[in-house]
C-alpha cells in the first residue's frame, strides 16, 4: 500500500505541471495506484490539490514565469524557430517527432518529465537542435532561444557548447484556467463567462477573456490553427494561424458574407480578445488598415 503522502505528491505535480484536466489526472493517478487505491480516495486527493491550486494562483502576479515562457517559445516560432512546449515523453523521441510539426530554422522544446521536474523546483531544461534546411548550426539555435527567454524576463542558464541542454531556472507557475481548472468541489461562477471559444480540436465552451488568451498562446503556431471568440451581443473576433507563422485576425460579417481583418502581433491579438470580453469591442480596425476578404 502506498504513502498517501506519496500518492498526494504525485497528484500535486500532474496539477501543478497544468497540462491535464481533472479527469485526466485522476486516470492517470488510477494507472498507477487502482489495484492499492479505490477511485473515490484518488478523487479526493486530486479535488483538495485543485482547489489548492487553484487558492494559490489567486495570490501569483499577473505575469508568472510560465506565462514568460510560452511568449518565448512563440517569439521563436515568429522567428522561424519552432518551439513545442510539453513535447513528447522524452528527449529521444521528441528529437524524432520535431520534424513533423512544420520547416524551420531549427527547433527547441522540454517534454513531459522535464515538465515534471520543473513543477518539483528543479528548474526547466530545453533541448534544441538545427533544421533539415541546414540554414542554422545548433549553437546559433541554442543562441536564439536563450535571447528569447532573456527578451521575456527569464534568466537562462547556457555554456555555449551545442551538446549542452539549455537551463531555465523559473518558479514553475501554470494558471488553471476554464475547463483545465474546473474540479467537483469549485463554485460555479457568479456569473457566466463573457466569451463564446471554439478552437481547432477542441469543443465549443465559455471563458474569461484571460482564459481566453492563455487558449491563444498555448496553441501551437501550425497552419489552420484558429481561436474564435464570441460575445454575447454576437460580435466575433477570431485569429489563425497561417504558414510563416503569422497571425491573422478578423472580425466576420455574415450579412456582408465577408471578414475584415489583418495580421496582427501576439500582443495585439491578447488587446483584442480582452477588449471583446470587457467591453463588447471590436478593437482590430484601431490597430491599423484592416483587408476586406469576401467569403
Not at 490539490?49 to 501569483?60: P, V
Not at 514568460?68 to 515523453?89: I, K, N, P, Q, Y
Not at 471583446?276 to 491599423?288: D, H, Q, S, Y
Request: charged share 25%; proline share 4%; with cysteine.
Amino acid at each position: 500500500m502506498p504513502e498517501i503522502a506519496e500518492v498526494r505528491a504525485e497528484i500535486r505535480t500532474d496539477v501543478v505541471v497544468g497540462m491535464w484536466d481533472f479527469e485526466e489526472v485522476v486516470q492517470a493517478a488510477g494507472d498507477r495506484w487502482s489495484e492499492e487505491l479505490d477511485d473515490g480516495t484518488l478523487e479526493t486527493i486530486a479535488d483538495e490539490e485543485f482547489a489548492a491550486h487553484l487558492a494559490a494562483q489567486e495570490t501569483w502576479a499577473e505575469v508568472t514565469d510560465g506565462d514568460r515562457l510560452t511568449r518565448a517559445f512563440r517569439d521563436l516560432d515568429v522567428a522561424g524557430v519552432v518551439a513545442r512546449e510539453h513535447f513528447s515523453c522524452c528527449r529521444s523521441c521528441g528529437v524524432a517527432e520535431i520534424g513533423a510539426e512544420g520547416k524551420g530554422r531549427g527547433y527547441t522544446f522540454y517534454h513531459w518529465q522535464d515538465a515534471q521536474t520543473a513543477a518539483r523546483g528543479a528548474g526547466l531544461y530545453l533541448a534544441y537542435g538545427p533544421g533539415a534546411d541546414g540554414t542554422a548550426t545548433a549553437g546559433e539555435i541554442g543562441r536564439l532561444v536563450v535571447e528569447a527567454l532573456r527578451g521575456n524576463g527569464l534568466d537562462a542558464e547556457w555554456d555555449g557548447d551545442p551538446g549542452t541542454r539549455v537551463l531555465v531556472p523559473l518558479i514553475w507557475r501554470r494558471r488553471r484556467l476554464g475547463r483545465m481548472a474546473w474540479h467537483p468541489g469549485q463554485a460555479a461562477p457568479a456569473s457566466p463567462y463573457p466569451l463564446l471559444v471554439t478552437a481547432a480540436g477542441e469543443t465549443e465552451r465559455r471563458l474569461s477573456g484571460a482564459a481566453a488568451c492563455d487558449l491563444l498562446m498555448r496553441t501551437a503556431p501550425r497552419d489552420g490553427e484558429f481561436v474564435s471568440c464570441e460575445d454575447d451581443s454576437g460580435l466575433v473576433v477570431q485569429m489563425m494561424w497561417e504558414d510563416g507563422p503569422r497571425l491573422w485576425a478578423e472580425s466576420p460579417d455574415p450579412a456582408a458574407r465577408c471578414g475584415r481583418g489583418r495580421y496582427v502581433s501576439l500582443e495585439e491579438a491578447r488587446l483584442a480578445i480582452t477588449t471583446l470580453a470587457a467591453e463588447g469591442r471590436n478593437v482590430l480596425p484601431e490597430l491599423g488598415e484592416l483587408t476586406e476578404v469576401t467569403w
